[in-house]
Nanobody, 123 residues
Framework: QVQLVESGGGLVLTGGSLRLSCAAS????????MGWFRQAPGKEREFVAT???????GYADSVRGRFTISRDNARNTVYLQMNSLKPEDTAVYYC?????????????????WGQGTQVNVSS
């Protein structure tokens, strides 16, 4: 059983930056693909970014060029650096672990989920 704990959320002005962290414990999350998803009020959860064990990555069109996903396998931690934030980035951000070895945007392929961290971007 893998436990995931996100941190780093908060309130930021438009154009600002935040760095989210997701620490994994209770398993070998570093061996698998990890991802970030988000859910805005009144909307479905959506894919944000993914990174495979070897560092292959992918991004949603809405964040490509502004967000960067990275991981530290030795620390069992994945990060999401968010720059040039916009009000539409406001959401609860979740990290997740997939049982596969390849970067994937498919929510159904993620097995373990964190509790989420709130990001609010004020205009």
């Amino acid at each position: 059983q893998v436990q995931l704990v996100e941190s780093g959320g908060g309130l930021v002005l438009t154009g600002g930056s935040l760095r989210l962290s997701c620490a994994a414990s209770g398993g070998t999350a570093s061996s698998y693909t990890m991802g970030w998803f988000r859910q805005a009020p009144g909307k479905e959860r959506e894919f944000v970014a993914t990174i495979s064990r070897r560092g292959g990555n992918g991004y949603a069109d809405s964040v490509r060029g502004r967000f960067t996903i990275s991981r530290d396998n030795a620390r069992n931690t994945v990060y999401l650096q968010m720059n040039s934030l916009k009000p539409e980035d406001t959401a609860v951000y979740y990290c997740a672990v997939s049982g596969g070895n390849y970067a994937t945007f498919r929510e159904s392929e993620y097995t373990y989920w964190g509790q989420g961290t709130q990001v609010n971007v004020s205009s």
